[in-house]
C-alpha cells in the first residue's frame, strides 16, 4: 500500500508541477492578462498555490510525508474557492472577466481534486489499516 501511496504521489507531483508552472505563467503575464494589473484576489491566490503545488512536488520527490498535507490543503481549499465561493473569485472588473471555458476548466478543477482527495484518502487509510495489522 506504501507503494500504491508513493505511486499516487509522483501522479499528483506532476499535476501540481503544472499547475506551479500554470502560476509562474500567471506571474510573468504569459497567460493572456497582465499580472500586476489583475485583481488583488487572484495574485494573492497565485502566490499561495504555487507555495503550495512547490510543496507537494517537493515532498513527494524528497519522499517527505508533508506532500499530503500540502495536498490536502490544496485540494480542499480549491473546491471550496471553486463552489462556495465561486462567485467570489470571480467578481473581478469586466477587463478580466472570465469566459465560459474558464469556468469549465474550474469545474475540471474541482472533479479533479475530489476524486484525488478520495484515492489519497484511500490509499492513506489503507496504509495505515495494512501497517497496523503487520505490528
Known sequence: MERSLRFAGYGLAAAYAYGAFVHVANMASLSGFDWLGAPLKWQVLDVIYLALDLAVVAGVILAKSFW???F???A???I???TLLRSWVLDVPDAFAVTPESVSYL????AFH???LVVVGALVFLSKQTRKAVS
Do not use: F, K, N
Open 68 to 70: 499530503i498535507a500540502a
Open 72 to 74: 490536502g490543503v490544496a
Open 76 to 78: 480542499i481549499s480549491q
Open 80 to 82: 471550496i474557492l471553486y
Open 107 to 110: 469545474d475540471g478543477l474541482v
Open 114 to 116: 475530489t476524486l484525488s
